[in-house]
């Protein structure tokens, strides 16, 4: 493999949080030897956004420097129903979903890592002829309280909502496949740390070398918050189109700006920070610095062509009807139009709300509103337009 | 099956502590259908005491009335190693060594219960075979909760002592032996309620019908707590011989006499309670009611020959000594002889204790003590005598 000690300095520094063994990680890195990484994908979750990128930009390095990349496909527990249906979280998939999903997961994932050096596996590889002796054992090596500790448990506890046996069990699995492949490296965000780390414990207890761990800062989304599948449009998402992209970074929160300069772009380590600096001493105007990382953004995950398109036609949207390019981002209590609106400052009161619906003067998503009981898709965002002049992107509540 | 309605009623009360659902089981027993009945047997243990002959007892009953039941001998996780070496408590067991146990076993257990409509099973024909899917799928039908309630998890988590997930797994499958086998009831001491309910939950679930549950009253030993292997001395053993057993019913606490004239023997039942409560009533006083009870259970489990045999022993060794027949029991704090003597009033100091060895006047299970730092096993019971005339058995603790 190649060696590149300034690039293992940055690979280890970048978006990073957390490394837990930073000197053995990084003389590995530097030692020559190949690497195995890997990198775990629940088909019940195809789709990726802005925040997995971060995780999948390291592994692109690891690939790129001549280590493996080795993807694991969840197949063997997305298969499986839930006897007691309890679980709704968790949809059952058919070997044909898995296969689509995995699909459609792997065209993401390229966009990002090359293929050269990448090597996919299935769980079902080990689990298809894993025995009860084999489980037993493996459950022998963790205990209750480990996994009462995690939060996610620790909250089921506190609220008597029930924690089947089964959810013990998958984190095990998990760690396992660090045990089937043999691997060096994990990544993962913040979130992952409690199953990475179970991964290596594993290693150890059986004899392997303990994978080095590695985690990346979550990526907050448009609403501040982390980026999940169950809120869409407060997400960036690799399927959005270039022009939606666009808009979606132009409203991403000032105060996050520096993080999505040094996480989410690979712009050289150096420019990211010049800009964060400008933003910083004020030379560098907010409106003008999201543009460039929409720029950015949109070019990296689709191509500088569609970059330009979308810059130009947020431009025309918004500049030609004098509207901000840098949208206000509103949090409101109510996703009811009438609530929004006087909420987000947009009208003074209800009775004007309902005046400017009245008169054609109110869109949302550039679509506009003729019924005054309309509301928005709870738990996302809009762009609410008042006239041509006044305008917030508005992110309302999940509904109860 | 033969249809016995008198029999069911005494059936359902003798030695019983609880009937989940005693209307459907009196119903079920008196349909005429043969019925299914498990007896769980752990190869680690091999030994049967007369708690569990109370048990045995009314699996023999319902073998005489024509029900089949099955023994299944739980040699699938007897050989499991424990690679995390926590649980030192249950040792690994070989093939052979599963095999040499299980005929020890078998030939305690027909001793109470006929050959005929007994099958043996074993767990290892079920669970060899047994997929990662079906441990998920059964692990899906309990919660975490369910198992923490029970008292044994209960106390671990309070002391902070480790709890295995594999601890969490053992009660599911021996739940699932109910199913494994299609069991229609299962019998248990107390103690044993939680695992043979999961079972019957369990059956439920995958839509058997559900076994009918029957708990009996655990026989204390003759230090009134639960019989175990951990304290042979204060259990009664099958193993036991003839005389032994005799010694061991005739010092039983003079409290517990009822509950052995009911449960431990096979006395009609009206005949144990006239005992009993002549015993109440003074007319029958409490150390002839042990040489009874002593009789009968040693021809019960030996057979007449060797209790006449037993009693003439007991008789020439402590009537023609003349020493109390029914032994005082007491429990001392320490194992060493000095202080036993003391304790149990047999020396009125240490003093006249060294005293008394050092003239060869103190015997422990007749064997004459020359050592004045020997010690008594400890959690064991042992006679000690001083000169003809004083004798106690005492109980002493385990070791620290």
Sequence with gaps: VSKDITGVAEF???????????????ALLNSGERLRAKQGFDPTRPNLHLGHVVNLRKLRQMALWGHEVVVII??????????????????VLSRDEVARNAETYLEQFHRIVPRANVRIARQSEW??????????????????????????????????????????????????????IRSDVEFGGTDQKFN????????????????????????????????????PQTGIWLTDDPR???GKVMSVPDELMPV???????LALSEAR??????????????????????QIVAELHDSAAAEDAASAFRKQFVEREVPEDLRSVRVESCRILDVLVEAGLARSRTEARRLIDQ???????????????????????????GSRKVARVVCPPSA
């Design 360 to 386: 054609r003067g109110v869109r949302v998503d550039g679509v506009t509103v003729t019924d005054e009981s309309f509301s928005l898709n709870s738990n996302g965002a809009a762009v609410v337009q008042v």
């Design 244 to 246: 939606t992209m666009f």
């Design 12 to 26: 280890l520094e970048r978006g990073v949080s957390e490394v837990i063994e930073r000197p053995a990680l990084e």
């Design 260 to 266: 999505y300069f040094e996480s989410a772009t690979e």
């Design 274 to 295: 010049r800009h964060v600096a400008a933003l910083r001493d004020g030379s560098l105007h907010p409106r003008d610095a999201k543009h460039l990382l929409a720029r």
């Design 127 to 180: 689990y298809e002829s894993f025995t009860l002796r084999q489980t037993i054992e493996l459950a022998s090596r963790f205990t209750a309280q480990q996994m009462l500790a995690r939060e996610e448990f620790r909250n089921r506890m506190k609220n008597a909502a029930p924690i089947p046996i089964k959810d013990m069990l998958y984190p095990l699995l998990q760690a396992y496949d660090s045990v089937a």
């Design 74 to 91: 969840g197949d063997y527990t997305a298969q499986m129903g839930d006897p007691s249906e309890r679980d709704e979280s968790r949809p």
């Design 196 to 231: 990475i780390l179970l991964g290596r414990d594993l290693q150890d207890d059986v004899g392997q070398r303990p994978q080095q761990v590695y985690l990346v800062h979550l990526l907050p989304g448009l609403d501040g918050e982390k980026m999940s599948k169950t809120k």
